[in-house]
């Protein structure tokens, strides 16, 4: 009887740390990285991009444009992409750079639920 139990124990174990860590990785997912980008020069003008059509017709997703992102020493042109809209009443607000007294700083882009 007791060899049982010592087993029951062990399988359970693997479910009960599942369960006490599923707050920490729920507010894993849900941080916002607070890095900074702040360029020391404007970024280039923005390409003019086709937009493809949607890879699934029939699938919500959002077309989100490309935009330059600044690597520490050079401009690099990141494409726009499709990406899978998180609910219908969302709105993708793009990224943009602002100008700050010590250089241009990124605005990351963000979803925002649209207005009725």
Do not use: C, K
């Not at 007791?2 to 124990?9: F, G």
């Amino acid at each position: 009887m007791r060899r049982i139990d010592h087993l029951w124990q062990w399988r359970a174990f693997p479910i009960a740390a599942v369960i006490a860590a599923t707050p920490a990785l729920a507010l894993a997912q849900s941080t916002v990285s607070t890095v900074q980008i702040i360029a020391p020069t404007a970024p280039p003008a923005l390409r003019t991009e086709v937009v493809p059509p949607p890879p699934t017709p029939g699938v919500a997703v959002t077309w989100q444009s490309g935009y330059w992102n600044w690597n520490n020493n050079q401009w690099v042109w990141m494409p726009g992409h499709y990406v899978d809209t998180p609910s219908p009443q969302a709105v993708w607000e793009p990224g943009h750079w602002a100008q700050e007294p010590n250089g241009w700083l990124w605005v990351q882009g963000r979803w925002r639920m649209a207005s009725r």
